[in-house]
């Protein structure tokens, strides 16, 4: 900070020898409409649709899950799914695709703040929560619609190769499984508001999504650590995934999981929320 | 309107906008002018509310932008024509501002239409030009119809018919009674469009008047006289005669005398009075453009210095002298605004005297003494490498420039010069 600078007498607004008669002033034809949430969403889901990437990343997405998730199914026989849902194929390839909604939960953010386009953004609606709770919802409800349709097809399909035998019902891993992508994505969004950078928020999301499955490895070698690695394995995003498809190692169902989940990802919206408040654009 | 009071922004230790109170009317286009850093843009995003100010507060229509409930009806900005996602269409760029803010869908193709971009509406704006990036942000100022416009350098890019255009669209737009408030740094473009300007250097107000009030007040019209070379005791006599009448007399190098508080007819009466012929009594006003310059000069962040070019030369032998370079005009120049160069090839007269070398004087290149002024390069010396160092005064320590600094004709050099104050004491 600078040192206190004098004051300076500024020039006052002197000699406005040009003013203009009162009541001149423009109004507009148009009727003006108090905004709200509905103009915002509306909005975003034209945005969320104009622009390729969201395309590329939810093709993608839809390509490893149902491409990944019919090659497995059809290497499966009958007896597999004694213990297991029929939409444990799928499994396989969420495990990839989850990085196609981290990936494009970052860009629904982070690309306005790449390209500049933010600040026409924000200067359209300079409410800025309504913005951001705008494209949460228009990408949660993207996600999670895409990523449930994607589960539900691969359950179908494996299910109509084995129809004689008996499944535990899909119907809740369909549900979770694409909650889970969802909420992960929701973080995702939140970090690229957070950090504001396309590449950087996705490297630290990559971060999360895998790091809590390499370092138990490491935590494991010291007794000390130990336990403090053991939950971090089954709390990371693999094997919660895992977890919510019943192919994990014990009977956990996921609930745990996708309730960390969901506390993670709230509070890295309420973070959001409050920072995009302070900061400047 | 909008109503700035006290507005101060600091990054860190850096103070980008200090203390900057102004206001902005309807009616009128109001032009924004600085140096480049001079804090335009920063005080257009404070108006915006994308910049919370670190003192002062600004409103339109006497709300900060923030609580305006329903903000692109009532403003319209351009704040740089690159703001918008590059992969999607014109159309559905526009579209998406038009539904954060209720306005209908047609809208959108009456503004495309209004900056002529509706052929390309469909296309990526990531391949746009730059004057096609500018139209589709002017599109996106007018979408809402508002009261008050804000544009941001709105002419770079544009072509001459494009820049005809948005002068033409300004000037329309305050017509109807709108608030238009452009920032530029293009003096001569302010002048054609702006009815006020609003002048700042370093983050800090240096004028707020109209443009005539501007030109009047920090112009440098002058009158150039030219008594007849042979007789120099004419000119003593003829400088003698309009000091004592009041008149401010600098010479010239070229032997013309620069004379200014005196109309000219009272010189031509004077001369005659005082028995001296005069070869030549011409007005001379300055633009703009010199105002502006001669305003900014003391507080310009970035500035050019002359290519030595010695990391490119060969070592020359002892004693070679390199060979003398022309001066290029607008290079290499004093660090203040120069006084109005001698009209070069205007001289209505076969002057006898001339340059050092038979040639005429280099540009820019002022005369020594009352102005203060350095030679330019190669105007007096046939080496420009010894001179050029020597030649880059600092801006506050030179003498009074021009005319213009006369304490008694015009106050606004003062503050120029008191801006380096608070920057040297940091």
């Known amino acids: 900070m600078s040192t206190p600078q004098p004051p300076m007498p500024q020039q006052a607004a002197a000699a406005p020898d040009w003013q203009v008669a009162p009541g001149t002033s423009y109004t507009s034809p148009i009727p003006v409409t108090r905004t709200h949430l509905g103009h915002a969403l509306n909005s975003e889901w034209t945005k969320i649709k104009s622009v390729r990437s969201t395309m590329w990343t939810l093709g993608t997405f839809l390509v490893l899950v149902i491409g990944i998730g019919f090659l497995v199914a059809a290497q499966t026989t009958g007896e597999d799914f004694r213990e297991t849902p029929f939409t444990v194929p799928a499994f396989i390839g969420l495990l990839l695709g989850q990085l196609c909604m981290v990936t494009l939960g970052v860009l629904v953010v982070s690309s306005e703040y790449g390209t500049g386009m933010i600040r026409t953004t924000f200067t359209a609606s300079p409410q800025r929560h309504r913005v951001l709770a705008a494209k949460l919802i228009i990408f949660f409800a993207v996600a999670f619609t895409v990523s449930a349709c994607a589960i539900g097809l691969v359950g179908l399909f494996t299910s109509s190769l084995h129809s004689g035998d008996a499944s535990p019902s899909w119907g809740g891993t369909v549900f979770m499984g694409a909650l889970y992508v969802s909420l992960l994505g929701t973080l995702s969004l939140a970090v690229g508001s957070m950090l504001r950078h396309s590449a950087g928020a996705i490297t630290t999301m990559l971060g999360v999504v895998l790091l809590p499955s390499i370092l138990p490895a490491f935590l494991m070698l010291s007794d000390t650590l130990r336990t403090i690695g053991e939950k971090m394995q089954e709390y990371a995003p693999i094997s919660s995934l895992a977890a919510v498809f019943r192919v994990g190692p014990d009977d956990s169902t996921g609930a745990a999981q996708l309730g960390l989940l969901a506390g993670v990802a709230a509070a890295a919206v309420v973070a959001a929320f409050v920072l995009l408040e302070r900061r400047d654009v | ?426």
């Open chain 2, 1 to 426: 309107m909008i109503e700035a009071v006290g507005l101060t922004k600091r990054y860190g230790a850096k103070t980008a906008v200090y203390n900057l109170s102004f206001q902005v009317r309807p009616g009128a286009v109001t032009g924004f002018l600085g140096p480049n850093g001079s804090g335009k843009s920063t005080t257009m995003r404070m108006i915006l509310g994308l910049d919370n100010p670190s003192a002062g507060h600004v409103t339109i229509g006497g709300f900060p932008y923030r609580r305006l409930p329903n903000a692109p009806r009532q403003v319209g900005a351009l704040l740089d024509a690159k703001a918008v996602h590059g992969g999607r269409s014109a159309r559905n760029h526009l579209l998406s501002l038009a539904q954060l803010s209720g306005i209908p869908a047609r809208r959108v193709d009456e503004v495309l239409g209004v900056v002529g971009l509706q052929d390309v509406a469909r296309k990526r704006s990531k391949g746009f030009s730059l004057g096609m990036g500018q139209r589709l942000g002017i599109a996106a100022a007018l979408l809402g119809d508002p009261q008050v416009l804000l544009f941001d350098e709105p002419v770079n890019g544009l072509d001459p018919e494009g820049i005809l255009w948005v002068r033409n669209l300004m000037k329309a737009l305050a017509a109807e009674g709108r608030t238009v408030f452009v920032s530029s740094h293009l003096m001569s473009e302010m002048a054609l469009t702006a009815d006020h300007l609003i002048v700042i250097g370093r983050g800090q107000l240096l004028a707020d008047q109209s443009v005539k009030d501007f030109i009047s007040h920090n112009s440098a019209d002058f009158a150039r006289v030219r008594t007849p070379e042979t007789e120099p005791q004419q000119r003593e006599k003829l400088t003698a005669a309009l000091t004592e009448a009041g008149g401010q007399v600098l010479p010239e190098q070229d032997g013309a005398l620069r004379v200014t508080g005196l109309p000219l007819p009272r010189i031509s009466d004077l001369a005659h009075s005082a028995d001296v012929r005069l070869w030549e009594l011409s007005p001379h006003q300055a633009s703009l453009e010199e105002a502006y310059m001669r305003m900014t000069q003391g507080a310009v962040d970035y500035r050019s210095t002359v290519d030595q070019k010695a990391g490119l030369q060969q070592q020359l032998p002892p004693g070679a002298v390199p060979p003398p370079q022309m001066p290029v005009a607008g290079q290499g120049q004093p660090g203040w605004y120069p006084p109005l160069p001698p009209q070069q090839g205007g001289q209505p007269f076969a002057m006898p005297q001339s340059g050092p070398y038979g040639a005429p004087p280099a540009p820019g290149a002022g005369a020594p003494g009352p102005y203060g002024a350095p030679a330019a390069p190669g105007a007096t010396d046939a080496n420009p490498y010894a001179q050029a160092p020597a030649a880059a005064p600092a801006p506050a320590s030179a003498p009074a420039p021009a005319p213009a600094a006369a304490p008694e004709s015009a106050p606004t050099p003062a503050p120029a010069a008191d801006l380096t104050k608070p920057e040297d004491a940091r």
